[in-house]
C-alpha cells in the first residue's frame, strides 16, 4: 500500500486520463456519513450515482445536483461483487476513526482510476492509501481519508419589509461571507411557506443555508450569522432555527408540511423545537421562528420545499 497526499499524487499522475475532482467534504452523525463530492464531470458523472447505488448496500442514498455529488452512507463494509457495466464501481468500506474519516472506493478501469487518483487530488482530502491502481481492465482501490466534519443547518426567516428586502438574496450572501471565515457553505434552499398568511412580505418564503463545519465550530458559526443579521436586517421580527446532523426528525418534517398548508403559532414552533433539540434564536424578533423552523424540515426534499399548496 502507497500513502500518497493530493500533492504526492498530482505530481506523480500527469497523464490526460486523470481528471480531479475539485473538492471531498465528509459530515458524521453517529453511525451516519455524508459525502459530498464536487465531480470535474457534470452530467457524465450520474453513471457514478447510478453504479455507487447499485453495488454497495452502504449507500443509503445518492443524487446528483450539477456536478455535485452527495452520498449517504453508514459506518460498515460492503462486499462488492463487481462487474463490467452491471457492478463496475462502489464503496466497499466506511469507517470513523478519531477526527478523520476514511472511504474505500473501488472500480474497474475508468472507475477504479476515480477511486484514487481523481478524488485524492480533490481539495479537503488529507491522503489516499492506493492499494490497486486501476485504469484498463483493472481494479483500483483506493482509501479516501478526510477531516470528520459536523452538518449544519440554519433556517432563516423574516428579513425584509414590504418595501424593501429579500430573505433568499440576504441569506445567500451571508453564506457566502462565512464561507470566506472557514466555513463550508453547501447549500441555500427556499422553501415555500402558506400562501395565504396574512403577515407575509409577498411570496411567504424561508431559507435554509446548509454549513459543513469541524466538530465544535457550530456555537462560533451561529454566532457570527446573528451579527451579520443584526447588521443586514431590515425587519423587527428576525429569527432563525439551528439543525445539528443529518437527519432530519420525523416531528420536524410535520411540522414543516404543516407551516406549508396552514397558519402555525410561534407557541406551536417553539414546542416543536424544544421536543426535538433544535435551538430557536431571535436576532430582532420572534415571528420569525415559525418559518425558520419550517425551513429545516424540508431542506433536504427540494421538491417538496418549493411546492406551493392553495
Known amino acids: 500500500m502507497e500513502i500518497l497526499t493530493p500533492r504526492d499524487l498530482k505530481h506523480k499522475f500527469q497523464d490526460p486520463w486523470v481528471a480531479p475532482y475539485q473538492k471531498i467534504l465528509t459530515m458524521v452523525d453517529g453511525d451516519m456519513v455524508e459525502i459530498v463530492e464536487y465531480h470535474p464531470c457534470i452530467s457524465g458523472s450520474q453513471w457514478m450515482i447510478y453504479q455507487y447505488q447499485?453495488?454497495?448496500?452502504?449507500?443509503?442514498?445518492?443524487?446528483?445536483?450539477?456536478?455535485?455529488?452527495?452520498?449517504?452512507?453508514?459506518?460498515?463494509?460492503?462486499?462488492?461483487?463487481?462487474?463490467?457495466?452491471?457492478?463496475?464501481?462502489?464503496?466497499?468500506?466506511?469507517?470513523?476513526?478519531?477526527?478523520?474519516?476514511?472511504?474505500?472506493?473501488?472500480?474497474?478501469?475508468?472507475?477504479?482510476?476515480?477511486?484514487?487518483?481523481?478524488?485524492?487530488?480533490?481539495?479537503?482530502?488529507?491522503?489516499v492509501e492506493l492499494r490497486d491502481v486501476g485504469g484498463g481492465s483493472k481494479v483500483g482501490r483506493a482509501t479516501v481519508v478526510t477531516p470528520r466534519l459536523q452538518k449544519v443547518v440554519i433556517g432563516i426567516d423574516d428579513t425584509d419589509t414590504k418595501e424593501e428586502g429579500a430573505t433568499w438574496t440576504l441569506a445567500h450572501n451571508l453564506g457566502s461571507e462565512l464561507s470566506k471565515r472557514g466555513y463550508y457553505y453547501l447549500d441555500h434552499i427556499t422553501v415555500q411557506l402558506y400562501p395565504h398568511n396574512p403577515n407575509k412580505t409577498q411570496n411567504c418564503v424561508a431559507i435554509a443555508l446548509v454549513f459543513a463545519v469541524k466538530p465544535g465550530e457550530k456555537d462560533k458559526l451561529v454566532n457570527e450569522l446573528v451579527e451579520l443579521l443584526k447588521k443586514d436586517t431590515l425587519s423587527d421580527k428576525t429569527?432563525?432555527?439551528?439543525?445539528?446532523?443529518?437527519?432530519?426528525?420525523?416531528?420536524?418534517?410535520?411540522?414543516?408540511?404543516?407551516?406549508?398548508?396552514?397558519?402555525?403559532?410561534?407557541?406551536?414552533?417553539?414546542?416543536?423545537?424544544?421536543?426535538?433539540?433544535?435551538?430557536?434564536?431571535?436576532?430582532?424578533g420572534n415571528q420569525g421562528k415559525i418559518g425558520a423552523l419550517a425551513a429545516l424540515g424540508v431542506y433536504n426534499d427540494i421538491q417538496e420545499a418549493v411546492k406551493v399548496y392553495y
Open 54 to 127: 447499485r453495488s454497495s448496500d452502504i449507500v443509503l442514498k445518492a443524487r446528483r445536483d450539477g456536478n455535485k455529488h452527495t452520498f449517504l452512507v453508514k459506518v460498515g463494509k460492503s462486499d462488492l461483487n463487481l462487474k463490467p457495466s452491471l457492478h463496475a464501481a462502489g464503496i466497499e468500506e466506511v469507517s470513523v476513526e478519531g477526527d478523520e474519516v476514511k472511504v474505500i472506493h473501488a472500480g474497474l478501469a475508468g472507475a477504479g482510476v476515480g477511486a484514487a487518483m481523481c478524488r485524492g487530488m480533490a481539495e479537503g482530502v488529507k491522503r
Open 239 to 284: 429569527a432563525i432555527a439551528v439543525l445539528e446532523g443529518i437527519k432530519v426528525p420525523k416531528k420536524l418534517r410535520s411540522y414543516a408540511e404543516a407551516a406549508k398548508k396552514s397558519m402555525i403559532t410561534v407557541e406551536e414552533a417553539e414546542k416543536v423545537a424544544e421536543s426535538e433539540g433544535v435551538e430557536l434564536v431571535e436576532v430582532t
